[in-house]
Structure formats: structure tokens, C-alpha cells
């Protein structure tokens, strides 16, 4: 095996000449034990060429450069303080909102599809799917009326994202959420790529025409469906739902913005719903990816440990020497990176502040 080195061959070459006179059942063994190893490597290999994962040979062979010198938190900051690092990129769900009052969607007992009883719904996710928007949009915006963008302030892991582009250190934050808090935070619009979409601008199914965030929100809080005013359409915010694509700057971005990245850092998400949740494997091999949860996600499963392939979060491996995972709410995980860094940040009971 690769592991055993040029030590390991002439000894178990060695082993094979010394049992020649007793016949050939230490060279049938060999013999057998590298057939089962390429067998593995076979299966391997067709495994993930099948499902997408094969890898170029120069990556698979590329020497791990270990920038974190632990895969820790302390490591992290090092790397921070030390390396200089100036291409961060975030990737943020629902978990750095909750501490504002809006509800995450998974959590049992307190998550949003948890207490989705009141709308009669098919299965909670059926609120947003785009199918059954179409036909009864009702539910949809009865639920906007209680989240709507406006109604919430930013959190400290809001602030958080905007001081580490004022430190320079921000490529890009890519949120999953529509609350639209990075905005009220401050940090700039072309720092953020909002995949999931947003409520800034809204158009009607039928014609396309475009609406303004005013003239929603008009109709909305009037308890009304918004309707189109050229071809009376049901208008629709531009989220995404469930069954539409993806904003096209999510993909543009996207493709530019992960092969530069130094550091990811992962903020309050689940890692569960695609393509968002696969952008943690864009990443150079040798970047650093920092996850901030309540629990963990995104890690690597078994199967896919066992077939030597990428493909998610490793914590736990031997060989792990860039992931790391820090398990509480958002806003303990960047107040404690904000201290140790020996950045100010700092919240009251209604507002935060960058010291």
C-alpha cells in the first residue's frame, strides 16, 4: 500500500524470496492482497466517475500545503492574524437571523415548517413551491406579512460579516436567506449574492412586468394577493421557490468568486438544500472552511470517506487538516472569533455596534 513506503516493499519482497523454497503460498498471498487493492481502486474509480466525483490526477496527487497550523478555532485565527488572508468568503442560512425573531425553517418545535399548521398546507414545504403558489398564493403572502424584510434588525453575525469587509478581508457572503439584513447591516450590495433571491424587486408570473419593494409591501400589508396592473397576474417577490432556477449571479459569482477563496466560513446553515449546500466543495483542497452551527452539517458520510472522495465537511478524520466545526449560536461563534481576533463588535438589547 502507498502507506508502507520503500521500506515496506523490500521487506515484503524480501518475505517472498525467503519463502520461495517452501513453496508459493507467501507469493500467492502478496500476489492476492495487491489484486485486492487494485480491485478497491477499481471500484473507487468507477464510483466516482459514475456519480461525478472522479477528480483530476495532478489534484489527487498535489501535496497537502496545510495553511491552518491545527484544524481548530485557535488555528483559524492564527491563519487570520498571521497569513493575512483577503479572499473570505461566508456562506450564511437561517441560523444567523434567529436571534432577530425570524424563525429558522428545521428546527423542531420552533422552526418554520414546524408551525405551519394555521395555512392547511399539503406538507410545509408546499408554501414554497412554486406549484402550489400558482394555484393558492394566499398562504405564501399571509406568511410574508409576519417576515417581512423591515420588521427585524440585523444581528451581531450581520455585523460581523460587514467588519470583516471593512477589514478587507470579504471576497463575498452568499446567504440563503430573503430578510435582507446584510443589506440593513451595511454591507454593500455587490458584496452579496443573495441565492435564494430577494424581496427588493418583484414580477408578475404572466407578463413579466416589474414591481417595486413599496408597491409590494403596499399589498401585502393590505392583506391582499398582489395582482398585476397590466394583465391582472398573480405578482410574485423574487424569491426563489422551490421548482425555479436560481438567480443567474448566483452562478456567475460563483464560478469566479470559490476558486479564490482562502477561508470559508459556514454561518448558521443546515447544508441540506442544493446547489447552495454544494458550494462548500468549490474551494481550493487546501482552503481552511470554518463551520458556526448549532450542530453539525455538511460533513462527509462514510461511503463516501471509505471511497477516498470530497464531497462535504471532514472533522473527524485523521486526516483532516482544514475543517473545523464550533457548535452554538451564530452570534456566540462571531463574538468569540471578534474577541480573539481583537475586533469590536458589541450588541445591546436593541441594536449592535462596530467599535
Not at 30 to 55: C, H, M, P, T, W
Not at 183 to 197: D, F, N, Q, S, T
Request: a negative charge; proline letters at 5%; charged letters at 25%.
Amino acid at each position: 500500500m502507498a502507506s508502507s513506503g520503500r521500506d515496506g516493499d523490500e521487506s515484503q519482497k524480501g518475505e517472498a524470496e525467503s519463502c520461495v523454497g517452501n513453496g508459493s503460498s507467501s507469493k500467492d498471498g502478496y500476489q492476492q492482497s495487491n489484486e485486492d487493492e487494485g480491485a478497491v481502486e477499481l471500484i473507487r474509480r468507477y464510483f466516482a466517475e459514475k456519480l461525478g466525483f472522479s477528480e483530476d490526477k495532478k489534484e489527487v496527487f498535489q501535496e497537502k500545503v496545510k495553511a491552518l497550523t491545527e484544524a481548530s478555532v485557535d488555528g483559524v485565527i492564527k491563519y487570520i492574524q498571521e497569513r493575512n488572508c483577503k479572499n473570505i468568503i461566508t456562506m450564511a442560512g437561517a441560523g444567523i437571523s434567529t436571534a432577530a425573531g425570524i424563525p429558522d425553517f428545521r428546527s423542531p418545535g420552533c422552526g418554520l415548517y414546524s408551525n405551519l399548521q394555521k395555512y392547511k398546507l399539503p406538507d410545509p414545504q408546499a408554501i414554497f413551491e412554486i406549484g402550489f403558489f400558482r394555484q393558492n398564493p394566499q398562504p405564501f403572502f399571509t406568511l410574508a406579512k409576519e417576515l417581512y424584510p423591515g420588521s427585524f434588525k440585523p444581528t451581531l453575525c450581520h455585523y460581523f460579516i460587514r467588519l470583516l469587509n471593512e477589514k478587507g478581508l470579504l471576497l463575498r457572503h452568499y446567504t440563503q436567506n430573503i430578510d435582507t439584513l446584510e443589506r440593513v447591516a451595511g454591507l454593500p450590495a455587490e458584496k452579496i449574492v443573495e441565492a435564494h433571491g430577494t424581496f427588493h424587486t418583484s414580477h408578475c408570473l404572466e407578463c413579466k412586468h416589474e414591481y417595486t419593494v413599496d408597491w409590494m409591501k403596499e399589498r401585502i400589508f393590505s392583506d391582499s394577493v398582489p395582482t398585476c396592473e397590466k394583465c391582472d397576474g398573480v405578482v410574485k417577490p423574487d424569491i426563489v421557490f422551490f421548482g425555479e432556477d436560481l438567480p443567474t449571479r448566483f452562478f456567475v459569482c460563483a464560478e469566479k468568486d470559490f476558486p479564490k477563496c482562502d477561508l470559508l466560513i459556514i454561518l448558521g446553515s443546515s447544508l441540506t438544500v442544493q446547489p447552495f449546500a454544494s458550494l462548500i466543495d468549490r474551494v481550493p483542497k487546501v482552503c481552511p472552511r470554518l463551520l458556526i452551527n448549532r450542530e453539525r452539517a455538511g460533513h462527509r458520510d462514510w461511503v463516501m470517506a471509505a471511497l477516498q472522495m470530497g464531497r462535504g465537511l471532514d472533522f473527524d478524520s485523521r486526516d483532516n487538516f482544514r475543517d473545523v466545526a464550533w457548535l452554538g449560536s451564530c452570534d456566540e461563534g462571531c463574538q468569540m472569533l471578534a474577541d480573539k481576533l481583537g475586533w469590536g463588535v458589541s450588541c445591546t438589547i436593541d441594536r449592535c455596534y462596530i467599535l
